[in-house]
């Protein structure tokens, strides 16, 4: 079946720093990949997408390819703020094009960024 | 516009007991799906539910659980003679169609003792 694989956590980094999240999958098809955000006390938050190959998604200066010959979607970003800090969770939808709502998460990773 | 709000948000069950875990989807929104966390893990698909109908159960446990989205009111998660190791983080997404973002709730943390 179905599965997305994060670098493990928890990663932590000073202000300004550069960040790269990596996240690889293995899925049938052509899958739809995301990255959504948990902040602390809050439900995660779609952070980013990307629909085909070659796509590339960004948002608040994140960015993610999608990276079909390496099956993978890393995120990153130029330089973090400590309001950066949460978990990250790399996901994909490969319901047949219906539906962006089944998905299958990574484990997620822990970000931490210090002043 | 509120967001989709799960209640309770934490919930204590003695093995055996039931629990019924209430999810309202934001306003305008008939797509519902449900996710559990367990601890150290990544969130599983659970089930996915329009209104009054169930279009994929593929991640629900065959015994114990299950869902309902009914035509009035908010969709409902019910586990019945729960165990300890149903105890984990259960979260809500709602969206207004399938190919949408799912925009999730803030979960409700299970504990059974």
């Known amino acids: 079946g179905d599965s997305v694989t994060q670098m493990e956590g928890p990663v932590t980094l000073s202000e300004e720093a550069f960040l790269t999240i990596n996240c690889t999958y293995t899925?049938?098809?052509?899958?739809?990949l995301f990255w959504y955000v948990q902040y602390p006390g809050e439900g995660l938050q779609l952070l980013l997408k990307a629909t085909k190959a070659d796509d590339k998604g960004s948002n608040k200066g994140f960015e993610a390819t999608y990276r079909k010959e390496t099956t993978s979607f890393h995120l990153e970003k130029g330089s973090v703020q400590v309001s950066d800090s949460a978990v990250y969770f790399c996901a994909l939808s490969n319901a047949g094009g219906t539906s962006y709502g089944k998905l299958t998460f990574g484990q997620g990773t822990i970000l931490t960024v210090h002043p | 516009n509120a967001g989709v709000m799960q209640n309770p948000r934490h919930l204590v069950r003695r093995r055996g007991q039931e629990a019924r875990l209430r999810c309202s989807p934001m306003?305008?929104?008939?797509?519902v799906y449900w996710y559990r966390q367990l601890p150290e893990e990544g969130l599983k698909f659970m089930v996915y539910l329009q209104k009054e109908n169930i279009i994929d159960e593929s991640g629900m446990p065959k015994e114990r659980f299950s869902a309902e989205f009914p035509k009035e009111g908010p969709s409902i998660l019910r586990i019945q003679q729960v165990v300890r190791g149903d105890s984990a983080a259960y979260f809500c997404?709602?969206?207004?169609?399938?190919?949408?973002?799912?925009?999730f709730g803030q979960g409700t943390r299970l504990t059974v003792v």
């Open positions: 899925a049938t098809g052509y899958p739809s």
């Open positions: 997404a709602s969206s207004d169609r399938g190919l949408a973002e799912a925009f």
């Open positions: 306003k305008g929104h008939s797509h």
